[in-house]
């Protein structure tokens, strides 16, 4: 079985920033594609951010300049760095993990953390 597992939520006033982080767990497994979906109340889940596996990188127009992913391939972990945060970026934020468990490649997701932030 493999595992995401969320963190780095929480409060923040406009202009703020904040640090996710998602890590993999389990055994035998690889990690391909890593990236942050998003979902704010009453709207469809969204792209942010996607990793591939080499590093490369593709941003959302809408938080291009201000948010940067990143992965630790050594602790299996995908990170997004939030920085001048506006109250639209509220919503709850998902990871996501193309990872080769076995012979299969599925996409994984995380349980999603809360990001709020005040104007």
């Known amino acids: 079985q493999v595992q995401l597992v969320g963190s780095g939520g929480g409060l923040v006033q406009a202009g703020g920033s904040l640090r996710l982080s998602c890590a993999a767990s389990g055994s035998r497994f690889s990690l391909h594609a890593m990236g942050w979906y998003r979902q704010a109340p009453g709207e469809q889940r969204e792209l942010v951010a996607i990793i591939s596996g080499g590093g490369s990188t593709t941003y959302a127009e809408s938080v291009k300049g201000r948010f940067t992913i990143s992965r630790d391939n050594g602790k299996n972990t995908v990170y997004l760095q939030m920085n001048s945060l506006k109250p639209e970026d509220t919503a709850i934020y998902y990871c996501?993990?193309?990872?080769?468990?076995?012979?299969?490649?599925?996409?994984?997701w995380g349980q999603g953390t809360r990001v709020t932030v005040s104007s």
């Open positions: 996501t993990a193309d990872i080769l468990f076995g012979l299969k490649l599925s996409t994984y």
